[in-house]
């Protein structure tokens, strides 16, 4: 192999820095915290999306917009009505509804740019989506030009944040997948969901110390699910059971 020349390096110019209410270390960061949860019905990730907004988020979203086809008939929903009361905004959709998700996204972009063209120092205010149990819907999940695509790309810069929960992997679209930044997997039933899972990991770690990583974080105990966070700056940091048990693999 031959030498190198060494270049100009580049200077990155500096970039703004705007004030957002974020949770604590390890729950993925705000804004943009676009996360999945994935598990077949009856696993607990919608008990388990509910306790991280009445937890580490209750004091992070200033609006909470859900839709789910369970939201009215479903009681584990009634705390985050709740809370919902406190909150600037809040809404709840028995339906798929874009045309009021998108008035709700148009209204926070504008609120952040008038916010951030002012030069505010206050915390920005935050919306969080919840979309939740419609893998059965083509034109919600996989659809590549619908707002659900939008809020994975360019949310983050409109203070948005939006938690899927599905029962399939490969029932979300590739935009919104490599867009996550946070994924909660409890046990699949389905060997392709597994396969789908490990191999958009397999550029981390081979595939059977992921398997035997995903095994291991499902079985720690009853309903335990595997939380890992896609943007950490090291693989090492990526891997978690729960949010209680940072995996380390032996040397």
Not at 106 to 120: E, F, H, P, Y
Not at 141 to 155: P, Y
Not at 172 to 198: G, Q
Request: proline content about 6%.
């Amino acid at each position: 192999m031959g030498g190198y020349v060494k270049g100009q390096m580049l200077k990155r110019p500096p970039e703004a820095h705007w004030n957002f209410k974020k949770p604590p270390h390890p729950y993925p960061q705000t804004p943009g915290c676009n996360g999945c949860f994935l598990a077949p019905s009856g696993q607990g990730k919608t008990t388990t999306l509910i306790a991280l907004l009445l937890g580490p988020y209750k004091d992070v979203f200033d609006e909470v917009h859900v839709f789910s086809p369970s939201v009215d008939i479903d009681s584990a929903w009634a705390p985050v009505k709740t809370f919902a009361d406190r909150l600037k905004a809040s809404s709840f959709h028995g339906e798929w509804d874009e045309q009021a998700l998108r008035a709700i996204m148009d209204r926070q972009r504008d609120t952040i740019k008038a916010l951030k063209d002012a030069k505010s120092k206050k915390p920005l205010p935050q919306v969080l989506t919840v979309i939740d149990d419609f893998s059965d819907r083509y034109d919600v999940m996989h659809a590549a030009a619908n707002i659900l695509t939008t809020l994975f790309i360019r949310g983050r810069h409109f203070g948005s944040s939006c938690w899927l929960s599905s029962q399939k992997l490969t029932a979300i679209s590739p935009v919104a997948r490599v867009n996550l930044r946070f994924m909660l997997v409890w046990r699949l039933r389905s060997a392709r969901e597994i396969d789908a899972l490990i191999e958009e990991l397999s550029a981390l770690y081979p595939k059977q110390i992921l398997y035997e990583m995903y095994e291991k974080a499902i079985t720690h105990e009853d309903h335990s699910y595997w939380f890992i966070d896609m943007v950490a700056k090291q693989v090492a940091d990526m891997f978690f059971i729960r949010f209680e048990h940072k995996m380390i693999l032996d040397p």
